[in-house]
């Protein structure tokens, strides 16, 4: 027979650990990095994606949206100038005498608190200015009137006195919106009614409006927005002051505004902007007459008094259009034709609420800490992580990015960026399932490639559920190996053609190997004519000793099976011999550059080797280490002497399966209780040198079983120590001189 590790036998060449082990741990963390890198370009605007500005867009709308109150404010009402309107007093403008007569009607018979208009007035009307004049003259009005941009900066009108001068602001830029022109009202009513306020809004890259800012920049001067004068006139018309944010580490973080402070009788206010000086719309509700949210009265009903005095009393009232014809509509996050007065009262109603949502100047600071923290713990957590366990633990941090955004926005109204964070998320998660379904798609390939001619089926499939568990990367374990050689087969191999004595040769492999599969073992090399096969790697296997015993027993029953079937057909019975060793070995990948094998080597190999070599001299099918027959207790056992192998000093005891407890079996047969108590007794009278007791035991053992060698091979054993007695320091094992 062949040594273990060496001789004739069919190696062969492995494959490569899977690829999943070969990339570094740091490898995978620095791919998990990119994501996070991209975010961080983006927050730091180099360069700044548009679509994620768009997501935090579509963000903010769908939170608007579902945290409207829906609620009439009942301090804001708005005369409508609408198609009932212009079908009764003509289309616009209308005559001044005609909106004298509304305002008159509107403080006197309504008693209303303030109107503010939502047009300009910058047409004269010769004969009816005048009438306007006096009818605005010392009343709370505020008017309005728009600023534009273009080359030639054309002005028309008078702007009423700005509320702040560029000198005022402090020495570093801020950002305000800035206008060339503008379009104002007549002077004669702009000196009748000195506060106005500018009614342009900010459209963002979508179209849509969100912010309107509070405060812009026309030359030297810095002018308040409609929705703020009024919100100052009802408050006395306090002083303005800049709120200006302090120097940020961050490029570019906010340098300008982050407030709009009124200051009046030893009090402050402070109203919240982002940086351009912009305040978000709190909007309440879907807009129009129909939305809920304000009291919309139809102008006409006010001029020919349908209208009951004093429905309007204490109201702040704002003029407006909806009238399609005259496009005073906006796109808004709450729907797509938005009355444009509207807007401004939804403004107004948020400052008076004292609750206006914002994006502070903090946000890109806020930003970058935010995806420095989760891409962080991703980065390191996600490839430790299977598929699944990633998504939940991804998932679990999206959760709390929402959830903290959403804190933030319900207690205090901010308005800070989500998208870089949940698309950065969402590409890690992303690249962790792409990066586990790819590269575990090929380790999965790679082990089966590797282990499936080792392996049963059914093993490599537990194999491929956590394939990153398994490698070839050399352990040590306690493991149980069988060797199987068959007997005799020299002699058939000479008296056999080639191709008879292959196919031969294959037939009794493709037996035992499967027999071998079927009891969950993984099967080492083919050396000639003896099969290795180990238990308990690449799968640990608790019960690998009791699995090699089965197998051990089946594999001489299948070749039993497959002699008589040889007999028929005129073939040679093939005799069998298996060697059974249970201990610490060595499995891995083994080998030179050339060949390579997933093999196991050890003291407990080298001991299975010469186990097998002795099943010839005992006359046993089968013969166990010590310790496979301690690890498994479920059988017979039958010790047959004490042995002590090439090279160890120590006797170890061998044994032989005689079947499965309680039955006693032998030759397919029941062993006797008389029979096996009488072996039972011949070991120790062997060890005691009592040769009388022990050919006395042989003599009947022999009459019981005439065809068993195990008693035929004791016998000549006693006779020879009664002739030549051993040695004073004999302890009754037997010496093994040969591999």
Same mark, same amino acid.
């Given at each position: 027979?062949?040594? =273990?590790?060496?001789?004739?036998?069919?190696?062969?060449?492995?494959?490569?650990?899977?690829?999943?082990?070969?990339?570094?741990?740091?490898?995978?963390?620095?791919?998990?990095?990119?994501?996070?890198?991209?975010?961080?370009?983006?927050?730091?605007?180099?360069?700044?994606?548009?679509?994620?500005?768009?997501?935090?867009?579509?963000?903010?709308?769908?939170?608007?949206?579902?945290?409207?109150?829906?609620?009439?404010?009942?301090?804001?009402?708005?005369?409508?100038?609408?198609?009932?309107?212009?079908?009764?007093?003509?289309?616009?403008?209308?005559?001044?005498?005609?909106?004298?007569?509304?305002?008159?009607?509107?403080?006197?018979?309504?008693?209303?608190?303030?109107?503010?208009?939502?047009?300009?007035?910058?047409?004269?009307? =010769?004969?009816?200015?005048?009438?306007?004049?006096?009818?605005?003259?010392?009343?709370?009005?505020?008017?309005?009137?728009?600023?534009?941009?273009?080359?030639?900066?054309?002005?028309?009108?008078?702007?009423?006195?700005?509320?702040?001068?560029?000198?005022?602001?402090?020495?570093?830029?801020?950002?305000?919106?800035?206008?060339?022109?503008y379009g104002a009202n007549l002077p004669v009513l702009a000196a009748a009614a000195p506060q106005a306020g500018f009614?342009?809004?900010?459209?963002?890259?979508?179209?849509?409006?969100?912010?309107?800012?509070?405060?812009?920049?026309?030359?030297?001067?810095?002018?308040?927005?409609?929705?703020?004068?009024?919100?100052?006139?009802?408050?006395?018309?306090?002083?303005?002051?800049?709120?200006?944010?302090?120097?940020?580490?961050?490029?570019?973080?906010?340098?300008?505004?982050?407030?709009?402070?009124?200051?009046?009788?030893?009090?402050?206010?402070?109203?919240?902007?982002?940086?351009?000086?912009?305040?978000?719309? =709190?909007?309440?509700?879907?807009?129009?007459?129909?939305?809920?949210?304000?009291?919309?009265?139809?102008?006409?009903?006010?001029?020919?008094?349908?209208?009951?005095?004093?429905?309007?009393?204490?109201?702040?009232?704002?003029?407006?259009?909806?009238?399609?014809?005259?496009?005073?509509?906006?796109?808004?996050?709450?729907?797509?034709?938005?009355?444009?007065?509207?807007?401004?009262?939804?403004?107004?109603?948020?400052?008076?609420?004292?609750?206006?949502?914002?994006?502070?100047?903090?946000?890109?600071?806020?930003?970058?800490?935010?995806?420095?923290?989760?891409?962080?713990?991703?980065?390191?957590?996600?490839?430790?992580?299977?598929?699944?366990?990633?998504?939940?633990?991804?998932?679990?941090?999206?959760a709390a990015l929402v959830g903290l955004n959403q804190a933030l926005y319900v207690a205090h109204g901010l308005v800070?960026?989500?998208?870089?964070?949940?698309?950065?998320?969402?590409?890690?998660?992303?690249?962790?399932?792409?990066?586990?379904?790819?590269?575990?798609?090929?380790?999965?390939?790679?082990?089966?490639?590797?282990?499936?001619?080792?392996?049963?089926?059914?093993?490599?499939?537990?194999?491929?559920?956590?394939?990153?568990?398994?490698?070839?990367?050399?352990?040590?374990?306690?493991?149980?190996?069988?060797?199987?050689?068959?007997?005799?087969?020299?002699?058939?191999?000479?008296?056999?053609?080639?191709?008879?004595?292959?196919?031969?040769?294959?037939?009794?492999?493709?037996?035992?190997?499967?027999?071998?599969?079927?009891?969950?073992?993984?099967?080492?090399?083919?050396?000639?004519?003896?099969?290795?096969?180990?238990?308990?790697?690449?799968?640990?296997?608790?019960?690998?000793?009791?699995?090699?015993?089965?197998?051990?027993?089946?594999?001489?029953?299948?070749?039993?099976?497959?002699?008589?079937?040889?007999?028929?057909?005129?073939?040679?019975?093939?005799?069998?011999?298996?060697?059974?060793?249970?201990?610490?070995?060595?499995?891995?990948?083994?080998?030179?550059?050339?060949?390579?094998?997933?093999?196991?080597?050890?003291?407990?190999?080298?001991?299975?080797?010469?186990?097998?070599?002795?099943?010839?001299?005992?006359?046993?099918?089968?013969?166990?280490?010590?310790?496979?027959?301690?690890?498994?207790?479920?059988?017979?056992?039958?010790?047959?002497?004490?042995?002590?192998?090439?090279?160890?000093?120590?006797?170890?005891?061998?044994?032989?399966?005689?079947?499965?407890?309680?039955?006693?079996?032998?030759?397919?047969?029941?062993?006797?209780?008389?029979?096996?108590?009488?072996?039972?007794?011949?070991?120790?009278?062997?060890?005691?040198?009592?040769?009388?007791?022990?050919?006395?035991?042989?003599?009947?053992?022999?009459?019981?079983?005439?065809?068993?060698?195990?008693?035929?091979?004791?016998?000549?054993?006693?006779?020879?120590?009664?002739?030549?007695?051993?040695?004073?320091?004999?302890?009754?094992?037997?010496?093994?001189?040969?591999?």
């Open positions: 027979m062949s040594d =273990p590790r060496g001789g004739h036998r069919r190696a062969r060449r492995a494959t490569p650990m899977p690829a999943a082990r070969r990339w570094p741990a740091w490898a995978r963390v620095a791919a998990m990095l990119l994501p996070l890198l991209l975010a961080l370009l983006h927050t730091l605007g180099r360069p700044s994606l548009g679509v994620l500005d768009r997501i935090d867009d579509l963000i903010h709308d769908t939170r608007l949206r579902l945290g409207m109150p829906g609620t009439l404010d009942t301090r804001i009402a708005i005369v409508d100038i609408d198609e009932k309107s212009l079908a009764a007093v003509g289309r616009w403008p209308w005559p001044r005498d005609r909106v004298a007569a509304l305002l008159d009607r509107l403080f006197d018979e309504q008693q209303v608190r303030l109107v503010g208009l939502d047009t300009v007035l910058a047409e004269p009307d =010769p004969g009816r200015d005048e009438v306007l004049a006096r009818a605005l003259q010392g009343r709370p009005v505020v008017l309005g009137y728009y600023f534009t941009s273009d080359r030639g900066g054309h002005t028309s009108g008078q702007l009423p006195a700005p509320v702040l001068r560029q000198a005022e602001l402090p020495g570093r830029s801020v950002a305000l919106t800035r206008w060339d022109g009614f342009n809004a900010i459209t963002d890259d979508d179209g849509v409006v969100r912010a309107l800012p509070l405060l812009a920049a026309h030359g030297e001067g810095i002018y308040e927005s409609f929705a703020l004068a009024l919100y100052r006139r009802l408050l006395g018309l306090p002083a303005v002051a800049p709120g200006v944010a302090p120097q940020r580490w961050l490029p570019g973080d906010y340098q300008g505004l982050h407030s709009v402070r009124l200051i009046w009788d030893g009090r402050q206010a402070a109203i919240p902007v982002d940086g351009r000086g912009a305040a978000r719309v =709190p909007f309440r509700g879907e807009g129009g007459p129909d939305g809920g949210s304000f009291t919309y009265v139809s102008a006409a009903d006010v001029l020919q008094g349908r209208l009951a005095p004093g429905t309007l009393q204490g109201r702040i009232v704002l003029l407006g259009f909806t009238a399609p014809g005259l496009a005073d509509l906006r796109a808004t996050p709450v729907g797509g034709t938005y009355p444009g007065v509207e807007v401004h009262a939804s403004l107004l109603s948020g400052l008076l609420d004292g609750h206006l949502p914002v994006r502070p100047d903090y946000a890109r600071g806020y930003e970058v800490v935010l995806l420095l923290l989760a891409g962080l713990v991703l980065a390191l957590r996600l490839p430790r992580l299977g598929p699944a366990r990633g998504a939940l633990f991804s998932a679990g941090v999206l800070l960026p989500l998208a870089s964070a949940l698309v950065m998320v969402a590409l890690m998660l992303g690249l962790h399932m792409s990066w586990g379904y790819l590269v575990e798609r090929r380790a999965k390939g790679q082990l089966a490639q590797a282990f499936g001619t080792y392996v049963p089926p059914e093993l490599v499939a537990e194999m491929l559920r956590s394939p990153g568990h398994y490698g070839m990367t050399a352990t040590t374990r306690e493991m149980t190996v069988m060797f199987c050689d068959m007997r005799g087969f020299t002699a058939i191999a000479e008296s056999m053609p080639p191709q008879q004595l292959q196919a031969l040769l294959n037939t009794m492999f493709s037996h035992l190997s499967a027999v071998v599969s079927r009891h969950r073992g993984t099967i080492d090399k083919f050396m000639g004519d003896c099969l290795m096969a180990f238990w308990g790697a690449p799968l640990e296997t608790p019960a690998h000793a009791r699995l090699a015993v089965e197998a051990a027993l089946d594999v001489v029953a299948e070749v039993e099976r497959l002699n008589r079937e040889h007999r028929r057909q005129g073939l040679p019975a093939i005799g069998l011999g298996v060697g059974l060793s249970t201990g610490p070995m060595c499995v891995g990948d083994m080998g030179s550059d050339i060949r390579r094998s997933y093999t196991v080597i050890g003291d407990a190999v080298n001991l299975g080797a010469r186990l097998e070599g002795l099943s010839r001299l005992y006359g046993v099918d089968i013969v166990a280490s010590d310790r496979t027959r301690e690890l498994a207790p479920g059988f017979v056992w039958q010790q047959i002497d004490r042995v002590r192998v090439k090279g160890k000093a120590q006797a170890v005891a061998i044994h032989t399966p005689l079947g499965h407890g309680p039955a006693r079996m032998t030759n397919g047969a029941p062993l006797p209780e008389q029979e096996l108590a009488e072996w039972d007794a011949f070991l120790p009278a062997w060890r005691a040198r009592d040769w009388d007791t022990c050919e006395a035991l042989l003599v009947s053992l022999r009459r019981r079983d005439p065809q068993k060698m195990l008693y035929h091979y004791w016998a000549e054993r006693v006779a020879l120590a009664r002739q030549t007695p051993p040695g004073p320091d004999w302890d009754g094992a037997t010496d093994i001189t040969t591999k």
